[in-house]
């Protein structure tokens, strides 16, 4: 009878436990390496730098709506329906979303995102030099270092060999994200004198550059995402390439090579980053193929059109008008942007930011792989259920 009581007393005891301990151990945050983020890049990776007065003029409707519906469900000066690649990054780690550097009101603890949206890599002098008057731009990637610098300037932080104690304080339980960056470069000077080959010289001669800066003054883990497969937005489709310009996707063949090949010489020099700094990790993200994999395969990841912006003006194959973009005046977005890839006519959807960001953080698209690990949930209809 006491043994029977004792045992009984005892299974109690563990469904008590595991009662208490559940709960508790599903609402506490993942561990993971990462307190804040320093974010760098362009459109891609913007979360509110750039806006409608200030960004490319081709897409000078990001500060309303539709931009925003689907997530925020208010503009945020995203270039995209809801969230973009950080955003879903931020999300991997339990942080907030990295603040735009340029909202002075922000809350940094956590990060900061210095990307601005319409950004090349090389300088402006360069463009304007060459009388490319598309590029209205003033930031490039140096200016986002001298932002950086400016944020941390009161740390004390020079470099890690002078300042160790101090970069080591800036740098601790820091990732470095460094978002795609150039593709903007070799849009801007499209159609001039100026080729393709030299501005994949200066722009990775530039985000080389960048990268050793920001190691030399003590980052310690670092991750670079390459350029997508920019041919297969409507803007390059459109108006970047004769129509028989096309790859065995449909995508645009000479600019889905030609931000391969930047990649090529990219991840060249980051194993030469690699080698130089050696106690740093540099993660490459490989976002091509990423993109790649998603345009081949667009029904396992829930998508039923690759091609059409799904806002802009309903016209010709790919419902997109430079002259007439999202947000302007005869424009609309489609029904159900989850099953579009195409946003804007450059920028892609919520949908294909999740689709590409999980394909990341799922292992397969980064090299070496990222050390937080998400799987399954690539879907938005199945995903946002769990989420
Ligand atoms: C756009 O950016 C500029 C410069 O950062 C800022 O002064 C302005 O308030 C912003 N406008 C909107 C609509 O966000
Ligand atoms: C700046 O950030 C604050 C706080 O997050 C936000 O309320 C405000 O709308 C932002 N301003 C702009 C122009 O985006
Ligand atoms: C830029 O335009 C100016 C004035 O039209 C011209 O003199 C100059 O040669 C041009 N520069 C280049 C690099 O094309």
């Given at each position: 009878m006491y043994s029977f009581h004792l045992s009984q007393f005892t299974l109690i005891t563990i469904c008590i436990s595991i009662f208490l301990l559940s709960p508790l151990s599903l609402a506490s945050p993942k561990p993971h390496p990462f307190k804040k983020v320093y974010v760098f890049g362009d459109s891609y990776t913007d979360t509110g730098s750039g806006n409608s007065s200030t960004g490319p003029s081709i897409f000078r409707h990001v500060s309303s709506l539709p931009y925003g519906e689907t997530f925020f469900r208010r503009p945020t000066n995203r270039y995209s329906d809801g969230r973009v690649f950080i955003d879903f990054v931020a999300e991997s780690l339990n942080l907030p979303y990295f603040p735009p550097y340029l909202n002075k009101s922000s809350d940094t603890t956590h990060g900061v995102n210095f990307a601005v949206s319409g950004c090349t890599a090389i300088p402006y002098p360069f463009f304007v030099k060459n009388n490319l008057t598309s590029n209205i731009i003033p930031q490039s990637l140096p200016t986002q270092l001298t932002w950086f610098k400016d944020f941390i300037k009161g740390s004390g932080c020079n470099d890690a060999v002078s300042t160790p104690a101090e970069c080591k304080a800036v740098f601790d339980g820091a990732l470095v994200w460094v978002g795609e960056i150039s593709a903007n470069d070799y849009n801007y000077v499209y159609g001039s004198h100026v080729t393709s080959k030299t501005v994949q010289k200066l722009a990775i001669k530039y985000q080389t550059r960048f990268m050793k800066e920001i190691l030399k003054m003590g980052a310690k883990y670092v991750v670079v995402q390459g350029l997508p497969?920019?041919?297969?937005?409507p803007l390059s489709l459109v108006a970047l390439a004769p129509p028989t310009d096309r790859d065995e996707m449909g995508c645009v063949a000479t600019k889905n090579k030609e931000s391969y090949d930047h990649n090529v010489v990219l991840q060249a020099k980051l194993r030469s980053l690699r080698k130089e700094f050696p106690a740093t990790v540099i993660v490459y993200g490989d976002d091509w193929h990423a993109y790649r994999e998603v345009y081949g395969n667009p029904a396992k990841y829930g998508f039923t059109e690759r091609f059409k912006a799904c806002c802009g003006v309903k016209d010709g194959a790919y419902d997109f008008n430079p002259m007439c973009t999202c947000g302007a005046p005869g424009t609309s977005s489609c029904k159900n942007p989850a099953r579009y890839m195409n946003w804007d006519g450059l920028h892609v959807t919520e949908g294909l930011n999740r689709a590409t960001s999980r394909l990341f953080l799922g292992g397969a698209f980064a090299q070496p792989p990222f050390p937080v690990r998400v799987s399954g949930c690539i879907e938005e209809a199945k995903c946002d259920k769990v989420e």
């Open positions: 497969a920019t041919g297969c937005f």
